[in-house]
């Protein structure tokens, strides 16, 4: 009793800390929300069907920079208008024959799921699917072809429209790639900051170094594609990535060996103002920054190195792009790929046929979570299916709780609104927050909207609400037995990959920050973010049934795998970079 009591109290600490609010997560959050409302206005007030998966449709799209949105909506908008064209001459051959129809939709999710996860489609791929089985689904209901038609326009509708909100949203409130950039770098400057006065935990700065500095590169291109800035500060900005990047992980470094003196907490202040100046749009002078003596720490030389690269006066270089392709190296050659495609399709499939087959289209919200919900491995779909419950049922007892108790006090749409935003800022909370809770954001909104967001008005039907909630549960469960019994994937497999890159990554490090520091800066990210994904799959680990998990001499083994690979990388951190060149 005393265990399962102490169980209870740790999970609930986690999920408390991870609450917290962390930069930018409630600007990000309300503007989420007034997207979601301003969805429901426009549904209501011309009509356009499903108005839930639209406002679903707006968590994945907006990311917390504008560019980014912008960019995805622009290419969900364009994909469905293609996809659109191609489904009307579509119908017109199937819509007399089920058999046919079954079949297309078999085949077009095949497709785009697999590109959803073996491609830089993504998600997008995933929301494409459901957008063309959810009209084929309709076919069985519509007698004749022009209605048909009318139909797959009013889907397009469903989902340009959210996107043509989100592109307007942006170019007015949007969050600039460059102001969002600048405040990360100060984020991190102000974490190193209380790091070196002891006031930030080990762990919060090792969390921070997994995020890398691949997400913050990005936005730097968003910044030149749009010609945001001028090109000297895209430089400037460049140089800053890598530089606080170098500047945060010597100081984990400090914390993590017990080298952290008070020689070393005589940077802090010079953190904290070099965090001001950034946010402020310039560069950190390096007059003030303290100086060394012979004896000091080399991962204290490091963090002074950094600082100094920093202020402008020595240039660390640049790093060698990424390259990435389209599709994932391994597409066609790994069967996981097809496997995952299959079984998502497989799943939605047979939600279909089932609440067809009981004539209940009530729970046809079962089809659209196989979509919304398909996950790799089966660790990964026991944790996700645990916080996809738990957010439906809370997002669920929110929406009944609206019908019975608030629907009927409700004056005008601006009501219905003001309940929409405020769920839908819970939701994006917890949608935006770390991985292990964010699946139960999107959950417990998306349940409240097909739970209240009923037709194109208020809706008092339990009933509706009721069978939405259980095609939820069921489309779930079906999900769950599909990816855990049909071709189950051990997480193993992905740990052993991602100890496998770390590995690779730390080859020549050390050497590296002599010749090309600005590569090992981004090397070293790399590893980080490899280390950081292969601990939290060994956590998933625990949650696969036995069958599927490794022996526990192989999970020891990459434990400790884990554990030196970690050690070699805070060693490769030592080396000192005082031989920089100046510009």
């Not at 009793?1 to 309300?30: H, K, N, Y």
């Not at 909370?429 to 037709?455: D, K």
Request: charged share 15%; with cysteine; glycine share 8%.
């Amino acid at each position: 009793m005393a265990t399962a009591e102490t169980g209870s109290l740790g999970l609930a600490r986690l999920v408390w800390q991870d609450l917290q609010p962390t930069p930018g997560r409630l600007a990000l959050s309300w503007r989420v929300a007034v997207l979601c409302a301003l969805m429901v206005l426009l549904a209501m007030n011309y009509g356009i069907p499903e108005s839930a998966v639209s406002c679903f449709v707006i968590f994945f799209v907006m990311k917390s920079d504008a560019g980014e949105s912008s960019v995805l909506a622009l290419a969900l908008v364009v994909l469905v208008s293609v996809v659109v064209l191609l489904m009307v001459p579509l119908i017109q051959v199937t819509i007399q024959f089920p058999a046919w129809r079954l079949l297309a939709m078999v085949l077009t999710s095949f497709v785009l799921l697999f590109l959803g996860v073996a491609s830089k489609l993504g998600p997008l791929g995933g929301i494409i699917a459901l957008v063309i089985a959810f009209v084929l689904t309709l076919l069985g209901y519509v007698p004749f072809g022009e209605i048909a038609t009318r139909a797959v326009l009013y889907a397009w509708l469903m989902t340009a429209s959210p996107m043509a909100l989100v592109l307007i949203f942006n170019l007015c409130f949007g969050l600039y790639p460059h102001k969002v950039l600048r405040r990360e770098l100060a984020a991190r400057l102000r974490l190193a900051a209380q790091g070196l006065q002891g006031q930030a935990d080990t762990q919060d700065l090792w969390d921070e170094l997994a995020l890398g500095v691949s997400a913050q590169q990005k936005r730097l291109g968003w910044i030149r594609l749009f010609h945001l800035r001028p090109a000297h500060e895209q430089a400037e900005l460049e140089q800053a990535i890598l530089n606080v990047y170098r500047a945060l992980l010597a100081v984990a470094v400090l914390r993590d060996q017990g080298l952290d003196t008070e020689q070393s907490a005589v940077f802090a202040p010079y953190c904290e103002r070099s965090a001001q100046a950034i946010e402020q749009g310039r560069l950190p002078s390096g007059q003030d920054l303290p100086e060394l003596s012979a004896s000091s720490a080399l991962a204290v030389q490091d963090l002074r190195d950094a600082l100094l690269a920093l202020s402008g006066a020595v240039s660390i270089g640049k790093a060698d792009p990424e390259k990435e392709s389209f599709m994932v190296p391994d597409a066609f050659r790994n069967p996981v790929y097809q496997h995952h495609a299959l079984k998502a399709t497989a799943a939605a499939v047979l939600c279909y046929l089932i609440y067809s087959a009981a004539d209940w289209q009530g729970i046809h919200t079962a089809m659209i979570t196989c979509y919304v919900a398909a996950l790799g491995s089966t660790g990964e779909t026991v944790h996700k299916l645990a916080l996809r419950i738990v957010g439906c049922l809370l997002g669920a007892a929110l929406g009944f709780v609206t019908i019975l108790f608030i629907m009927p006090y409700l004056q005008d749409i601006g009501a219905l609104m003001a309940l929409v935003f405020l769920v839908s800022l819970l939701g994006a909370w917890v949608f935006y927050g770390p991985e292990r809770i964010s699946y139960a954001g999107i959950q417990i909104a998306f349940a409240f909207y097909l739970v209240v967001l009923q037709g194109f008005g208020p809706s008092f039907d339990l009933d509706s609400a009721r069978d939405r909630v259980i095609g939820i549960l069921l489309g779930n469960a079906v999900m769950y037995l599909m990816f855990t019994q049909v071709w189950p994937v051990s997480i193993a497999g992905s740990v052993r990959q991602r100890l496998g890159k770390a590995a690779e990554g730390l080859v020549g490090l050390g050497a590296m920050w002599q010749t090309r520091p600005a590569q090992a800066v981004q090397q070293s990210a790399s590893v980080a973010q490899e280390l950081s994904a292969a601990k939290y799959g060994l956590a998933l680990m625990q949650l696969e049934p036995g069958r599927l998990r490794p022996e526990p001499a192989q999970i020891q083994a990459m434990q400790a795998q884990w554990q030196e690979l970690r050690q070699q990388f805070i060693g490769q951190a030592y080396v000192p970079v005082s031989d920089r060149q100046s510009d």
